[in-house]
């Protein structure tokens, strides 16, 4: 499991309150590493401006899952955009749109074909 902790999604305080984070579950029959290798995965808010990215080196294959950890302040509507590359070739690209709940563990799923 990769955790992606957006720099202006962060929890404020995870003692707090109930812990919520989106699990972003990643599928795809494609082959690790001969047809992809790594990836990279961005958030949107509701203005399209990004609100957070992580690159990530595929030493294993999928389903991969990524940890979303947004903060009290983060649209409770996002996009969710996962690009696969095999070295620097985009072989790939698929979106979700998503609303999060700020109490809840949220199961999200995208399937890079």
């Known amino acids: 499991m990769?955790?992606?902790?957006?720099p202006l999604l962060v929890l404020?305080?995870?003692a707090c309150g109930p812990r919520a984070y989106i699990d972003l579950e990643i599928v795809s029959s494609r082959v690790v590493p001969d047809e992809v290798d790594n990836l990279t995965v961005a958030a949107?808010?509701?203005?399209?401006a990004e609100v957070g990215r992580g690159a990530y080196r595929l030493e294993s294959g999928f389903p991969q899952h990524v940890i979303l950890e947004p903060?009290?302040?983060t649209d409770a509507t996002l996009e969710i955009w996962v690009t696969g590359f095999l070295?620097?070739?985009?072989v790939?690209?698929?979106g979700v749109r998503t609303t999060w709940r700020?109490?809840?563990?949220?199961?999200?799923?995208v399937a890079l074909e």
Not at 44 to 48: A, I, N, R, S, V
Not at 102 to 109: C, G, L, R
């Open 71 to 73: 903060s009290s302040t």
């Open 2 to 6: 990769i955790r992606l902790t957006l």
């Open 44 to 48: 949107t808010d509701e203005t399209g």
């Open 87 to 90: 070295g620097e070739t985009e």
């Open 12 to 14: 404020a305080c995870l």
């Open 102 to 109: 700020e109490d809840a563990i949220n199961d999200v799923s």
């Open 92 to 94: 790939a690209r698929a």
